[in-house]
Nanobody, 122 residues
Framework: QVQLVESGGGLVQVGASLRLSCAAS????????VGWFRQAPGREREFVAA????????HYADSVKGKFTVSRDNAKNTVYLQMNSLNFEDAAAYYC???????????????WGQGTQVTVSS
């Protein structure tokens, strides 16, 4: 079983940047696809981005393509989500997930972190 811990969330102004981190432990991290979901109040969890085990192949939701970049360092068991040009629609709790199959449906990701909050102000 792999445990995931997110960090890096906070309060930022519109247009600012943040980098989230997801630290993994307890399992063969390099075996997993790692992704990010987000959930805003009153909304369903939304797929954001994912990165394959090789650290090269990535996939993004259309809503963040060109603004967010996902990367990973398998030696450090860590995945990052660089978020630029943040706007009000990006405000949400962000969750790190791990699995062996890429899917935009949250139900297909077996491992979840506790989430980190991103708040965007004017």
């Amino acid at each position: 079983q792999v445990q995931l811990v997110e960090s890096g969330g906070g309060l930022v102004q519109v247009g600012a940047s943040l980098r989230l981190s997801c630290a993994a432990s307890g399992g063969p991290f390099s075996n997993y696809i790692v992704g990010w979901f987000r959930q805003a109040p009153g909304r369903e969890r939304e797929f954001v981005a994912a990165i394959w085990q090789d650290g090269v192949n990535t996939h993004y939701a259309d809503s963040v393509k060109g603004k967010f970049t996902v990367s990973r360092d398998n030696a450090k068991n860590t995945v990052y989500l660089q978020m630029n040009s943040l706007n009000f629609e990006d405000a949400a709790a962000y969750y790190c997930v791990a699995g062996v199959k890429l899917d935009a449906d949250a139900r297909y990701w077996p491992y979840w972190g506790q989430g980190t909050q991103v708040t965007v102000s004017s």
